[in-house]
């Protein structure tokens, strides 16, 4: 079985070299990272999640910033509901030190972070999502496929003037099993610091 | 005298706090990327806050000095989190940047970045290339290094 999955993603590679990235309606792959307690963290352990909330973060960005009370707020408004966050730091510590990850141990525990907050250290997740910058949501349902991409909402300066809730709307499609009437949204960004680029 | 006075006063006053930037519309910036005078436009997106910009900034000040037949405009995306200018204002007169440098003032990035470019993210920095004579565009979404520019350009002359 392993060896026929390991043929069929070497054959997909093959098949689709140009296309990078999951779309509105693929099934997402799970995936196996370190989180900032020390454990490896996977979808597949939340055995009773209705859905994940999977958030491209760092540590430096200001949007990541701006953003960082609205994250801890999902999580504690959806966590309960079966849908948590799950935040995920691909920048490389080479070149923008403040995402190494003793610094994400650091802020995860100053924020008192209640979600995982991954290290994504060969890129290889965030490349496979297709994640441009931070913060950037993909919203998975409970059998992984995308219902979402995109912004939180509408207004990355101001909570309070936030008009479009798109990421919540979304959780809240998916836990009445409805299609999300946004599911695609772009946003001004810092853009993920990948490798030797 | 009294008219010598007050320039002297305004000139203090635009040194110390940077040049006024003019702040436009998408509807301007569409406007510039049609490239109606016919001369190949590179534009770049920065913000203060974002390092790899502030980084690839000095090529196109020295792009500009060798080749005054390209339109070179930086466009700062700060507004989305800061709509002070006075932040962009002070950067390009401590960088004594010499490109023109407009600031983007619209709200909400999602009615408009498929407008600027359907492949672009929103992510900065970002560059793109026009040449009106080739038809030919190009978007870069990542820091451009040494060459880069030049790479670029010729790849949309040819």
């Given at each position: 079985?392993?060896?026929?999955?390991?043929?069929?993603?070497?054959?997909?590679?093959?098949?689709?070299?140009?296309?990078?990235?999951?779309?509105?309606?693929?099934?997402?792959?799970?995936?196996?990272?370190?989180?900032?307690?020390?454990?490896?963290?996977?979808?597949?352990?939340?055995?009773?999640?209705?859905?994940?909330i999977?958030?491209?973060?760092?540590?430096?960005?200001?949007?990541?910033?701006?953003?960082?009370?609205?994250?801890?707020?999902?999580?504690?408004?959806y966590?309960?509901?079966?849908?948590?966050?799950?935040?995920?730091?691909?920048?490389?510590?080479?070149?923008?030190?403040?995402?190494?990850?003793?610094?994400?141990?650091?802020?995860?525990?100053?924020?008192?972070?209640?979600?995982?907050?991954?290290?994504?250290?060969?890129?290889?997740?965030?490349?496979?999502?297709?994640?441009?910058?931070?913060?950037h949501?993909?919203?998975?349902?409970?059998?992984?496929?995308?219902?979402?991409?995109?912004?939180?909402?509408?207004?990355?300066?101001?909570?309070?003037?936030?008009?479009?809730?798109?990421?919540?709307?979304?959780?809240?499609?998916?836990l009445?099993?409805?299609?999300?009437?946004?599911?695609?949204?772009?946003?001004?960004?810092c853009?993920?610091?990948?490798?030797?680029? | 005298?009294?008219?010598?006075?007050?320039?002297?006063?305004?000139?203090?006053?635009?040194?110390?706090?940077?040049?006024?930037?003019?702040?436009?519309?998408?509807?301007?910036?569409?406007?510039?990327?049609?490239?109606?005078?016919?001369?190949?436009?590179?534009i770049?997106?920065?913000?203060?806050?974002?390092?790899?910009?502030?980084?690839?900034?000095?090529?196109?000040e020295?792009?500009?000095?060798?080749?005054?037949?390209?339109?070179?405009?930086?466009?700062?995306?700060?507004?989305?989190?800061?709509?002070?200018?006075?932040?962009v204002?002070?950067?390009?007169?401590?960088?004594?940047?010499?490109?023109?440098?407009v600031?983007?003032?619209?709200?909400?990035p999602?009615?408009?970045?498929?407008k600027?470019?359907?492949?672009?993210?929103?992510?900065?920095?970002?560059?793109?290339?026009?040449?009106p004579?080739?038809?030919?565009?190009?978007?870069?979404?990542k820091?451009?290094?040494?060459?880069?520019?030049?790479?670029?350009l010729?790849?949309?002359?040819?």
């Open positions: 079985m392993k060896v026929l999955s390991i043929l069929l993603m070497l054959l997909m590679a093959t098949v689709s070299p140009v296309k990078q990235g999951f779309e509105v309606g693929d099934t997402a792959t799970d995936f196996k990272l370190k989180n900032v307690d020390g454990k490896m963290i996977s979808l597949a352990d939340y055995k009773e999640a209705k859905g994940f999977v958030i491209f973060d760092c540590n430096t960005c200001p949007y990541s910033k701006a953003y960082n009370q609205r994250i801890i707020n999902l999580n504690e408004k966590a309960s509901k079966g849908v948590p966050v799950i935040s995920i730091n691909a920048n490389d510590p080479s070149s923008s030190s403040g995402d190494s990850f003793d610094e994400m141990v650091r802020i995860a525990k100053k924020k008192g972070y209640k979600f995982p907050y991954l290290v994504d250290e060969t890129q290889q997740v965030a490349k496979a999502f297709g994640a441009t910058n931070t913060p949501v993909f919203v998975l349902s409970k059998d992984l496929k995308v219902v979402y991409i995109g912004a939180i909402d509408d207004n990355s300066r101001k909570a309070d003037a936030v008009t479009k809730r798109y990421v919540e709307d979304a959780v809240d499609a998916l009445e099993g409805k299609t999300p009437a946004v599911t695609k949204t772009k946003a001004i960004g853009g993920i610091k990948w490798k030797n680029s | 005298m009294k008219i010598g006075f007050f320039s002297i006063a305004f000139f203090l006053v635009i040194t110390v706090s940077g040049q006024p930037i003019p702040q436009i519309k998408l509807k301007e910036l569409q406007t510039l990327m049609t490239a109606e005078n016919n001369r190949i436009q590179v770049n997106f920065w913000a203060t806050w974002c390092a790899p910009c502030v980084k690839e900034l000095p090529l196109f020295k792009l500009n000095q060798e080749n005054k037949s390209i339109d070179i405009t930086l466009v700062s995306m700060d507004y989305d989190l800061d709509p002070d200018p006075a932040k204002e002070r950067f390009v007169a401590r960088k004594k940047l010499q490109n023109k440098v600031i983007l003032a619209e709200t909400d999602n009615s408009w970045i498929d600027i470019d359907k492949n672009w993210s929103g992510a900065l920095p970002a560059t793109i290339l026009i040449n004579a080739t038809g030919k565009r190009k978007l870069i979404q820091e451009l290094h040494e060459g880069d520019l030049e790479k670029l010729s790849e949309i002359t040819n």
